[in-house]
């Protein structure tokens, strides 16, 4: 298994993927940088007690913390879903697979490599992301962000669910259609989220139970909002602003739902194993 992972790392590398997202990476953080120095500059605390604009700065600061880390954790996503989309339909189709599998080699060994291998570089990114976001609303607003570690846990957790659903899709899909598949389903999920924020404040069930079906049909958006909930909720923000918004969590996910979400994960996995071993391959 140590082999295959640095056989993808290596694969990554030589693809220069994260070489082009990086610098993608850099103008978003540049373009939200001065965005956050402009509404620092907006809105400056005085030492003379609470004021209008200090009033203001608890609604828009958490909202343009809520406001990064939800279009990161997109660009998190895709990365996550197009970085593993041809991981094993790719492989076959070039025959490289086909080179591979009559070695000594278990079928969970190059799921799970592959898997680690991809996981690492995302874990790596993903942290330095997060962070950044973090340190950028920091310094230009002076917005504490509590629960970091917790947070930065979910935003990792988010990433490598749909890296293991990408790599199962793979084993069944070719690369196209794979990564059409996880992207309608990670775009179901986000648009049901949504939808539970919003009936949350109508009080709507039906509305709500499309949310909650969408969850555990993809959990993505349930992280999110387990990860938004934990970094806006500290001791210097009691209050969540953000419930009333669709980047908030009026009603955060269970723990019933992160157990779900382990299980959803893992399961994942050995169905990219099992299908590996018995269907796609046998075809």
Known sequence: MGTIIQLTLKEVLRR????????????????????????????????????????????????????????????????????????????????????????????????????VGYGLILVIYTSILFLSIIGLVYFFTGYYAGNIIPALLYYLLLSLTLLALAMLGSTMLSTIANGVAVFMLYSIGTIG?????????????????????????????????????????????????????????QHPPSEAMMAYIVIYLLLALWGAKKVLKEGYLMA
């Open 193 to 249: 989220g949504m939808m539970e924020q919003i009936a949350s404040m109508m009080n709507n069930e039906a509305l709500t139970n499309i949310g909650i079906i969408s969850s555990l049909i993809i959990p993505t958006d349930a992280i999110y909002r387990m990860m938004i909930t934990s970094v806006l909720l500290n001791d210097s923000n009691p209050v969540n602003l953000l419930n009333m918004g669709p980047f908030g969590s």
């Open 16 to 115: 220069r993927i994260f070489l082009v997202i990086a610098l993608l990476t850099i103008g978003f953080l540049v373009l939200y940088g001065v965005a956050l120095y402009y509404t620092g500059k907006k809105f400056v605390i005085k030492p003379t007690g609470m004021s209008a604009n200090d009033a203001i700065k608890l609604v828009i600061y958490p909202q343009m913390l809520a406001l990064g880390l939800y279009f990161s954790s997109m660009i998190v996503s895709l990365l996550a879903i197009f970085t593993a989309v041809g991981t094993i339909s790719g492989e076959l189709d070039s025959g490289i697979l086909h080179s591979i599998v009559p070695k000594p080699l278990r079928r969970g060994e190059i799921v799970l490599g592959k898997y």
